[in-house]
């Protein structure tokens, strides 16, 4: 691990901690969470930038939701990656739109879905 | 932003970039085990250590795991019903989802890749002896085991055996000692 995940420990774009730990409240938020540090490390992008989409994101949400209201951060964090990734050039839009539209259409009982039943 | 679902849109961003060769598996898995795997399954590690030093925790919590561990308050919801499973000298568990990846993630963090994988899944319910042996678990012939399917409805948490030689240990202590495949019962 390089200093870009120390980095995203302190500030406002800290991620939740309960009792000092990292919390993930879905396998999805895990897999963002470890995607963007892995691509930072790589070096795809400077984690400052992602870190700069993220707290805007942040700052977006918190405008257009009263305060005290619980904020999904890892909604915010996944938009920020997106967000990023497009910035660079590396995952345009319509490239991920249409990804979106491939997965989203495969049959029903693909992997077992039921309800909320979680997946990532 | 559109309105599918947040965990579509990660897997349509993560199998891009896995298209491109920006990241891999192994990649995105080291850090997530470094923020979770060590930290995720200390929520059910104070569980267990709690219930080996507390006869009445245990016996709350074998008899019903959603009332003994509401207390805790763990986030991360989605886990209806917690049933603990007791390991002793005779009978050793292990939990398995046979559908998909169910999982007590509220207690565990995030599954294990294997946990997910096809020949987990169903091997562990045709020969749990010999897929236990692979992960190092040799089981005495007298050792009943016990496979647990788990559903949306029900997860399941193994309440492993105290360690031999643990006498005088505290509740923080003892959890240190509490792994996460030990908890699914891959480990003793």
């Known amino acids: 691990m390089t200093e870009s995940a120390a980095l995203s420990l302190d500030g406002m774009a800290a991620p939740p901690m309960v009792n000092g730990e990292v919390t993930f409240d879905a396998p999805w938020q895990g897999r963002v969470f470890g995607m963007a540090h892995a691509l930072a490390d790589r070096g795809v992008f400077v984690w400052d930038d992602f870190r700069a989409c993220l707290i805007e994101r942040i700052a977006a949400w918190e405008s257009a939701h009263p305060e005290g209201e619980g904020y999904p951060y890892y909604d915010c964090f996944l938009e920020a990656l997106e967000r990023v990734l497009a910035e660079k050039r590396i995952v345009h839009d319509h490239d991920l739109s249409h990804r979106i539209a491939e997965l989203g259409s495969r049959p029903h009982d693909h992997d077992h879905h039921h309800g909320d039943h979680h997946h990532d | ?188």
């Open chain 2, 1 to 188: 932003m559109s309105e599918s679902s947040p965990s579509l849109r990660a897997e349509a961003i993560e199998s891009l970039l896995k298209e491109r060769g920006l990241i891999s598996d192994e990649a995105v898995d080291r850090v997530i085990a470094m923020y979770n795997e060590r930290v995720g399954p200390m929520n059910g590690a104070r569980v267990v250590a709690r219930a080996w030093i507390d006869p009445d925790f245990r016996q709350a919590l074998l008899s019903d795991g959603t009332a003994a561990v509401a207390p805790y308050e763990f986030e991360g919801g989605q886990m209806e019903k917690l049933v603990v499973v007791e390991n002793t000298p005779t009978v050793h568990n292990v939990v398995v989802c046979t559908l998909c990846s169910c999982y007590p993630w509220a207690i565990l963090g995030l599954p294990p890749r294997w946990y997910k994988d096809p020949a987990y899944r169903s091997r562990i319910v045709r020969e749990p002896r010999k897929v236990l042996s692979e992960f190092g678990v040799a089981l005495e012939d007298d050792v009943e085991v016990r496979v647990w399917d788990s559903s949306a409805e029900v997860r399941y948490l193994v309440l492993p055996q105290r360690p031999l030689g643990s006498q005088g240990m505290s509740e923080d202590q003892l959890a240190q000692h509490v792994t996460r495949d030990a908890m699914i019962g891959v480990a003793r």
